[in-house]
C-alpha cells in the first residue's frame, strides 16, 4: 500500500526526522491562507502516487499567497499525468504547501526490502533529487548499499557507513545517523517494504531535512495496523484492484490484452510466462484463489470486462478443492449475466472435468474449449489477434 507524501513525512516527524513546515489544502483559498501562514514564497506539490511530479508540472514555486491561490487552481481537480504515471494519469484532490527552504546539498536516503538477501538495507547516493532509477542505469557507482543484518539491527556504524561517501560535515553526519535510526525503526515497526526520503536536503546551521518522503508497506501485514488503513486513498488505486482486494482476489493490472482469470498464484504466474513466450502480453495478474466459487468467478468477469484493453478472456482453472462442474456453472452464469461480447478461452482440469465440459458445451455460449495448458493460451492468443511483442 502507498501514501501520499503528506502521510509520508507526518510519519517520518512522528520518528524525529525533520521535515520543513508544511500544510495540506483541498481548495483554493485554503493554499493561500497555508502560504500566508509559511510566509508567502512556499512550494506547492500535487498529491499523487506517482513519482516524476515534478517534471510534470506538478511541483511549482510561488512567490506569494496569491499565487499560490492561482497555481492550487491550475492543479486541484486536474489529473497528473507523468512518466510513471500511465496516460490515465492520477487524480489531484489536495496540494501540500511547503515553506521554502535555502538548499546547500541534496541526498537520496531509504531503508528497502533486500529480496535477494531477506533483510533490509540502507540505500544512499550524493545524487538526490533525481530519479534512483535512472541513476541506477547510468551511474550505479554513485549508488550505496549498506546491508543491516535482522540478528543485529540497526547500529550507528550503519549510518556512518551511510554517511561517509556522501561528504558531510561531522555535525551532519551526526543527524544521519539518527534520521537513519528513525527510518529504520519506521521500516520495521510498521511492516514497511520502503522508506524513501529524496532529497534529503542540507539546509541552514548543519540541518537535515527530508523534502519529499515516500512510503510503502507490505499489504500483507497490514491486518496487524489498522491505523495505516485510515491513510489508503482509492482513489489513488486502479479501480480493479481496489475491487479485487474488497472481494478477496488477487489482482494487478498489467499493460497486455489477454485478461487471465486463473486460480492459485502458482498457475497464474505459469499462465502469464506462457502467454510471454508466444510473444503476447497478459493483461493482468488474477488469482481468484484455490478454492473459487461461483461468485469470485463472477466478480472476475466483471473485472476483466471493464478493462477496455481486453481483447480476450482466458480462465484457466485447476479444479482441486472446487469442483470443475461448480466452476463451469460460475462461467456460464458470469458470462450470460454480463453480456460477454470478447472470444472466451477456458481450459479445465481436476475434479468432475466431464460434467464441467459438458455444462459448457451445453450452455449454448460461444466458448472456446480447450484441454492443453499451451493449447489454450494459443487459442487466446489467436483469438487476441495474434498480438506479439
Do not use: W
Request: overall charge negative; some cysteine.
Amino acid at each position: 500500500m502507498k501514501i501520499h507524501e503528506y502521510q509520508a513525512k507526518e510519519l517520518l516527524l512522528a520518528y524525529g526526522i525533520p521535515i520543513p513546515r508544511q500544510k495540506l489544502a483541498g481548495t483554493i483559498e485554503q493554499a493561500a491562507l497555508a502560504a500566508q501562514a509559511l510566509g508567502g514564497q512556499c512550494v506547492l506539490k500535487a498529491q499523487a502516487h506517482t513519482g516524476g511530479r515534478g517534471k510534470a508540472g506538478g511541483v511549482r514555486l510561488a512567490e506569494s499567497a496569491s499565487r499560490a491561490a492561482e497555481i492550487a487552481g491550475e492543479l486541484l481537480g486536474k489529473r497528473l499525468v507523468t512518466e510513471q504515471s500511465g496516460p490515465a494519469g492520477y487524480p489531484i484532490e489536495k496540494v501540500l504547501v511547503t515553506a521554502r527552504e535555502r538548499i546547500e546539498s541534496e541526498y537520496y536516503l531509504a531503508v528497502a526490502l533486500n529480496d535477494a538477501l531477506a533483510c533490509p538495507e540502507i540505500i544512499c547516493s550524493g545524487e538526490g533529487g533525481t530519479e534512483i532509477e535512472a541513476l541506477a542505469r547510468e551511474r550505479p557507482e554513485l549508488i550505496h548499499h549498506i546491508i543491516i543484518p535482522p540478528e543485529s539491527g540497526y547500529c550507528e556504524y550503519h549510518g556512518y557507513e551511510a554517511a561517509r561517501p556522501l561528504g558531510l560535515s561531522p555535525e551532519r553526519k551526526r543527524r544521519l545517523v539518527s534520521i537513519l535510526r528513525g527510518m529504520y525503526r519506521l521500516f520495521v515497526e510498521k511492516d514497511c517494504s520502503l522508506v524513501e526520503i529524496n532529497p534529503l536536503a542540507a539546509i541552514r546551521e548543519d540541518t537535515l531535512a527530508a523534502l519529499d518522503a515516500k512510503i510503502s508497506f507490505d499489504d500483507n501485514a497490514l491486518f496487524l495496523h489498522p491505523e495505516l488503513e485510515a491513510l489508503r486513498d482509492p482513489s489513488q488505486e486502479d479501480p480493479n484492484e481496489a475491487r479485487a482486494r474488497e472481494t478477496g482476489i488477487s489482482y494487478i493490472t498489467l499493460d497486455g490484452s489477454i485478461g487471465c482469470l486463473v486460480n492459485g498464484a502458482g498457475l497464474a504466474m505459469a499462465t502469464m510466462d506462457m502467454i510471454r513466450s508466444l510473444g503476447a502480453r497478459p493483461a493482468n495478474f488474477l488469482d481468484v484463489g484455490g478454492s473459487a466459487t461461483a461468485e469470485k468467478v463472477a466478480s472476475a468477469f466483471t473485472m476483466l470486462l471493464s478493462d477496455p484493453r481486453v481483447k480476450v478472456i482466458l480462465v484457466n482453472i485447476f479444479g482441486g478443492i472446487t469442483r470443475c462442474d461448480v466452476i463451469a456453472a460460475g462461467i456460464a452464469a458470469a458470462a450470460r449475466h454480463t453480456e460477454l461480447s470478447i472470444p472466451l478461452v477456458v481450459r479445465l482440469q481436476g475434479a468432475h472435468l466431464a460434467a464441467g465440459q459438458r455444462i459448457l458445451s451445453e450452455s449454448g455460449l460461444p466458448i472456446i474449449q480447450a484441454r492443453e495448458f499451451r493449447e489454450a493460451v494459443e487459442k487466446a492468443v489467436t483469438a487476441a489477434g495474434g498480438e506479439r511483442l
